[in-house]
T-cell receptor, first 116, second 112 residues
Framework: GAVVSQHPSWVICKSGTSVKIECRSLDFQATTMFWYRQFPKQSLMLMATSNEGSKATYEQGVEKDKFLINHASLTLSTLTVTSAHPEDSSFYIC????????????FGDGTRLSIL | GQQVMQIPQYQHVQEGEDFTTYCNSSTTLSNIQWYKQRPGGHPVFLIQLVKSGEVKKQKRLTFQFGEAKKNSSLHITATQTTDVGTYFCAGPTQGGSEKLVFGKGTKLTVNP
């Protein structure tokens, strides 16, 4: 159980392109999903908390207009990197947890984004 | 702000040797979680500890949660090449938030 699917696995695109990443909880409902960014050989940096049916909560320093988050259902959250530039190249990972107390986060496979 | 510190940053062992990574939080935690990330992969949940002084085992892995609920350790007995990866500890942020604060991780390499 507790499977989180993330798509696509990798993206290579030109500078200025907008890229959408999907995160789905396959066998449980997730009122909250999280989006992380991970640079090579570094830890996970939380970007934002995605809440079903409401606006996402962004961490300090993360541009909400740059990283658009939509959590339209209990099983799907999307992250759109708008007008991506080379500095946005990174490994983006989502996680989800069900609503019960003290439940761990389960991570998607991640998306490797390379902006040329 | 709340911090979770993890040492060592890197550990290289010969296959068969033991390995331990330590995690220390600047604040008391309601629980602590451990994740493993293989090279090129995503973090995979290993275990969650909730009780003060709790010890849990998963085959060759032993997890401990300190009495003060501020530190934790992961010990691997007789490492194997399949243990290679980065081990992260994480604890919930203060105030009942669902967010996690991750340690910087310990990267384990095993020489066969």
């Amino acid at each position: 159980g507790a499977v989180v699917s993330q798509h696509p696995s990798w993206v290579i695109c030109k500078s200025g392109t907008s890229v959408k990443i999907e995160c789905r909880s396959l066998d449980f409902q997730a009122t909250t999903m999280f989006w992380y960014r991970q640079f090579p050989k570094q830890s996970l940096m939380l970007m934002a908390t995605s809440n079903e049916g409401s606006k996402a909560t962004y961490e300090q320093g993360v541009e909400k207009d740059k990283f658009l988050i939509n959590h339209a259902s209990l099983t799907l959250s999307t992250l759109t990197v708008t007008s991506a530039h080379p500095e946005d190249s990174s490994f983006y990972i989502c996680s989800a947890r069900d609503g019960r107390p003290n439940q761990p986060q389960h991570f998607g496979d991640g998306t490797r984004l390379s902006i040329l | 702000g709340q911090q979770v510190m993890q040492i060592p940053q890197y550990q290289h062992v010969q296959e068969g040797e033991d390995f331990t990574t330590y995690c220390n939080s600047s604040t008391t935690l309601s629980n602590i979680q451990w994740y493993k990330q293989r090279p090129g992969g995503h973090p995979v949940f290993l275990i969650q500890l909730v009780k003060s002084g709790e010890v849990k085992k998963q085959k060759r892995l032993t997890f401990q949660f300190g009495e003060a609920k501020k530190n934790s350790s992961l010990h691997i007995t007789a490492t194997q090449t399949t243990d290679v990866g980065t081990y992260f500890c994480a604890g919930p942020t203060q105030g009942g938030s669902e967010k996690l604060v991750f340690g910087k991780g310990t990267k384990l390499t095993v020489n066969p």
